[in-house]
């Protein structure tokens, strides 16, 4: 046997790192952090732009 048949720590951690389930899990939790920061968020810019979203859709008092 040599090196070379073994799959080494990198290209198994490349393997699990850039899988499907992985790469979805990421995006979702990435998606959501920035939509909750957005939604609850109190810099006037970001607030003013989802303000009518926050009322309308999540019930969410900001006054």
Request: contains cysteine; charged residues 5%.
């Amino acid at each position: 046997m040599t090196n070379f048949s073994h799959i080494s720590a990198l290209q198994k951690t490349a393997g699990i790192t850039l899988s499907k389930p992985v790469q979805v899990t990421l995006y979702m939790l990435l998606s959501s952090l920035v939509i909750w920061t957005v939604l609850f968020s109190t810099y006037p810019a970001a607030h003013n732009t989802a303000h009518s979203t926050r009322h309308h859709t999540l019930g969410v008092a900001c006054h």
